[in-house]
């Protein structure tokens, strides 16, 4: 080897014992993939094929450091505005994700849950998320929430609808709602508030995304897009999350 050529030093993905504390609950709004794509000179759609790749290296890491919960934004209530040829895109992409790494998932012990209205998903990703789901029900490793035609509001209007009709036949006494029967009437019923929500891109709103779940999130917005987004950029959010004082509104 030639004096000047110096070796790659690989950085290694961190460990779990690395970090003085972890999220329970990371919650990813993806977001650049159309960006990233017009920067490369490519189609929206190659954009977020891409953003695949981030999203299985996200998952795998994810999984790795024994984080409880994951839930990632892939496509929201508000996305049907998009061009049709796009739209139809994206559902394809989601199902080709789903059907190539369900065997990966279940083996890994990952529980697969979908979060949004199934009911207005053509068949076939619709078809995919049932079965993923089904498949991966009595697993009891990661939940992996993939939130697709979700929107926040939609989510607690739903949850409204569903305890409204519960005290409307008799089932349950208006007092008896409370902030836990709330939260049991959502998507995300039996998992942790979300402890870390990242939004990639450099945008810094939520976009309808996990409302009432972020109440006391701690949000990290990194400039990269999402497709170049790498396991040690990961890391570093990681790594400034654990840093962060949590005061729920006590005083530490
Ligand atoms: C986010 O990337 C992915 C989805 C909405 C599915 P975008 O497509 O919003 O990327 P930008 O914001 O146009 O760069
Ligand atoms: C939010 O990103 C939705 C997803 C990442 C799936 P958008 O790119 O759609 O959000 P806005 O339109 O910039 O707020
Ligand atoms: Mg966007």
Redesign the pocket.
């Known amino acids: 080897m030639g004096f000047f050529h110096r070796p790659r030093i690989a950085v290694r993905p961190m460990e779990r014992s690395e970090f003085q504390r972890l999220p329970e609950h990371v919650a990813i709004?993806?977001?650049?993939?159309?960006?990233?794509?017009?920067k490369h000179r490519l189609s929206?759609s190659l954009?977020?094929r891409q953003?695949m790749e981030t999203v299985r290296s996200v998952i795998r890491h994810t999984n790795d450091l024994g984080i409880q919960s994951l839930s990632l934004?892939?496509?929201?209530t508000e996305?049907w505005s998009?061009p049709r040829q796009?739209v139809e895109a994206?559902m394809q992409i989601l199902v080709e994700f789903i059907t190539a790494d369900i065997d990966k998932l279940d083996a890994k012990n990952v529980r697969v849950r979908m979060m949004g209205d199934k009911g207005r998903l053509p068949e076939l990703p619709r078809n995919a998320m049932t079965d993923a789901e089904e498949r991966t029900a009595g697993n009891t490793g990661m939940n992996l929430n993939l939130c697709i035609n979700y929107g926040g509001r939609d989510e607690l209007v739903r949850a409204a609808q569903t305890l409204a009709r519960a005290c409307a036949g008799g089932e349950m006494e208006a007092e008896a709602i409370t902030e836990k029967a709330f939260s049991e009437a959502l998507y995300t019923r039996g998992q942790p508030d979300v402890d870390l929500m990242i939004r990639t891109?450099g945008?810094m709103r939520l976009s309808n995304f996990l409302l009432w779940q972020c109440a006391y999130a701690e949000f990290v917005f990194p400039e990269k897009?999402?497709p170049d987004f790498t396991v040690q950029d990961y890391d570093r959010v990681l790594t400034d999350f654990s840093g962060r004082q949590r005061r729920f509104g006590g005083r530490v």
């Open positions: 709004i993806m977001d650049g993939n159309g960006r990233w794509a017009k929206v954009g977020h953003g934004y892939a496509f929201s996305n998009r796009e994206l891109s945008e897009l999402w």
